[in-house]
Each structure stands twice: as structure tokens, then as C-alpha cells.
């Protein structure tokens, strides 16, 4: 698979990442840790070398897991590791984030990036993911408490130590992104992004093809509504986030299944999932330079890697965007 250049700088990835939420398991209705394991080991086996974590992805597990596969496969040089810091369950500095739980044990989670917090969980990572350094490191969220100048201070004292390739943002809308790179040389801004959440065509991606930052764009699929596997009932489990979000409200998911069934046909002539049609069509949008793909198997993960073993005509792509169009949402939580 091929490796392309993130922003200005000489970190290449993957055109797509695994996004290795899911397998944390907290969050997501729990998963097999050897599944988790083996997804990882697919997505390698498949030159997909480029690996999107954070700790609080199942509290810590998501980065052993890796680290595990790391000390087990060795190969570090060939990999691209991705972490995040600043959503901390160990502190309560900054600004109480939610009340979490984790293997029947509540946990309070706090956003903070203030330096110490930075230095600290940076060291905890590497721990976790048994190496010595972090290609991208990221802010996962934006810390209202802490003044970005600080966070940024921190990302560029790590880079200077070693520990860290590069430094980059995630979640930081215009106003916050132009006070970061004010400061640092922030290499991309994580952001959603799908068919159905596209607020970023507006500002951040104008600023950010301008400034030469790279944009990965998270949840494309999001969180699997755009599958069309969500019809008729769903039995969810207590901790699955996905059942009060307003894509997965009954009225919505009905006119987006709607939507899909319009657009099944160009999947169809392709040989392809309606999955891989919109990861395709995601990868191909002006400004996202890599799309973060979940896998809870190894199937999972090789059915995303197909999705770049085709191109969409202009014309499909114009009957998307048209279908699109007409396609409205109630604004519900």
C-alpha cells in the first residue's frame, strides 16, 4: 500500500489508518482481545502500517494491545504509531469531561493538556505500546482550562527529547488550530468527517490546504449507520455510545438507509460493499489526506483495504452528491 506525506513533513502514511477505538472496547459493546490483536496483525500482514490509538480508548487496553503486537511482530521502523493525550482518567485537573466506567470500576475523566499532564501521559503511552518514541502525537481534545500556547510547549519539548516524531491537534475547530500553529508546527487536525458531517469544507480545510496541515478524518462511516447494516431494531449494549447519537434515532436512520438504497447501485457495479463505496468516497474528498478506519477483526480490516482498489467516475460521484443533497436530517440527540 501506498505512503504519501503528511502535511510539510517527512512523517508518510497510509492513505487509510486503522482506527483502533473499537478494539479498547470501552464504549463500543466490548471485544475479543484476540480478535483486536489479530486485526492489528491484519492490517500489517496488508502493508496498512499506519495505527491511530489514544489511552482512552478501553482506558489504557487499545495501546497495550499494540504495544503487544509491537514487541511480539518487532518491525517498529516500519510502523506509523498514532496517539493521543489530553482525555485523563488519572488526574482531576482541567475540566471534568464524563463519568466513565471501565471492568465495573467508575472513573472520572477529565480533558487536560497542561504541560505536566502532556509529559506524563506521554511517558505512560510509550510504556504501554512498549517503544521508545510516537510518530504522531496528538491532542485529543481541546482543553478549555489550559492555554493552548502550554500544550503546544509541551509537544515541542517532546519532539526535542526524542520521544515524539511529530506533534498535531485533534477536535480544534478554526480559531483554535490558527493559536496552535502560532506557536507550533502542528503537521494535522483529526476532525469527523463523513457524507453526513462535512461542516469542515467550509473553514478548516481551506486553512489547513493553505498552511499545508493534513487533515484525518475520523469516523467516515459514522459509527456505522452508513454501513446500511442498521435496520429495524437494535439491541444495544449498556455502554454502546452509538445509541444516543442523532444518526441512530429511528426517523434518521430510516432516511439515511433510504439515502444508501439510492446509492447501492454504484457499489454494486464496482463489486463492492456499500461500506468500501463510502470509505472510497471519503479518501477521494479535496483536503482529507487519510481516513481512519475501525476494525474489531481481521476481516473487517481487509474488507477496509479493499475500498482502495477502485475509483469512482465523475459522473457517480456527482449522482452521490445530488442524492446528498436531498438528504435531511433531524437535528435530535
Known amino acids: 500500500m501506498e505512503l504519501i506525506k503528511l502535511g510539510n513533513s517527512d512523517l508518510d502514511i497510509n492513505p487509510i489508518a486503522f482506527g483502533a477505538w473499537a478494539i479498547g472496547g470501552a464504549a463500543w459493546g466490548g471485544n475479543d482481545e484476540q ?22 480508548y478501553g482506558y489504557g487496553k487499545s495501546e497495550e494491545i499494540i504495544g503487544k503486537v509491537i514487541k ?10 498514532l496517539t493521543k493525550f489530553g482525555i485523563n482518567w488519572n488526574t482531576n485537573k482541567g475540566k471534568f469531561y464524563f463519568a466513565g466506567s471501565y471492568n465495573g470500576k467508575d472513573l472520572d475523566v477529565y480533558l487536560y ?7 506524563k501521559e506521554c511517558e505512560a503511552s510509550l510504556k504501554r505500546l512498549q517503544t521508545d518514541y510516537i510518530d504522531l502525537y496528538q491532542v485529543h481534545r481541546p482543553d478549555p482550562t489550559t492555554d493552548i500556547s502550554e500544550t503546544m510547549e509541551a509537544l515541542e519539548l517532546l519532539k526535542t527529547q526524542g520521544k515524539i516524531r511529530e506533534g498535531a491537534v485533534s477536535n480544534y475547530n478554526l480559531e483554535q488550530l490558527k493559536k496552535a500553529v502560532n506557536h507550533f508546527p502542528v503537521l494535522s487536525n483529526q476532525l469527523s468527517y463523513s457524507m453526513l458531517e462535512r461542516d469542515i469544507e467550509k473553514d478548516i480545510i481551506p486553512f489547513c490546504l493553505e498552511k499545508e496541515i493534513g487533515i ?5 462511516l459514522q459509527r456505522g449507520i452508513l454501513t446500511g447494516k442498521y435496520r429495524g431494531k437494535i439491541n ?15 426517523e434518521n ?11 447501492e447501485p454504484i457499489a454494486n457495479d464496482h463489486g463492492m460493499s456499500m461500506s468500501q ?3 472510497n468516497w471519503t479518501i477521494r474528498q479535496k483536503g482529507i489526506t487519510c481516513t481512519l478506519l475501525g476494525g474489531r477483526n481481521s476481516l473487517q480490516v481487509e474488507q477496509n483495504i479493499k475500498s482502495l482498489d477502485f475509483s469512482l467516475g ?3 460521484i456527482q449522482i452521490i452528491d445530488k442524492e446528498l443533497s436531498q438528504l435531511k436530517l433531524i437535528d435530535q440527540k
Open 236 to 250: 444495544w449494549d449498556e455502554d454502546d455510545h452509538r445509541k444516543d447519537t442523532k444518526w441512530f434515532q429511528p
Open 277 to 279: 463505496l463510502v470509505i
Open 113 to 119: 493538556s497542561g504541560k505536566d499532564g502532556v509529559i
Open 35 to 56: 480478535d483486536s490483536y489479530d486485526a492489528i496483525c491484519a492490517a500489517i500482514d496488508n502493508e496498512l502500517v499506519t495505527i491511530d490509538t489514544a489511552p482512552i
Open 72 to 81: 511480539d511482530r518487532g518491525g517498529r521502523d516500519q510502523l506509523r504509531i
Open 314 to 316: 465523475e459522473s457517480e
Open 253 to 263: 436512520r430510516e432516511r439515511i438507509n433510504t439515502f444508501l438504497d439510492k446509492i
Open 216 to 220: 484525518l478524518a475520523y469516523s467516515p
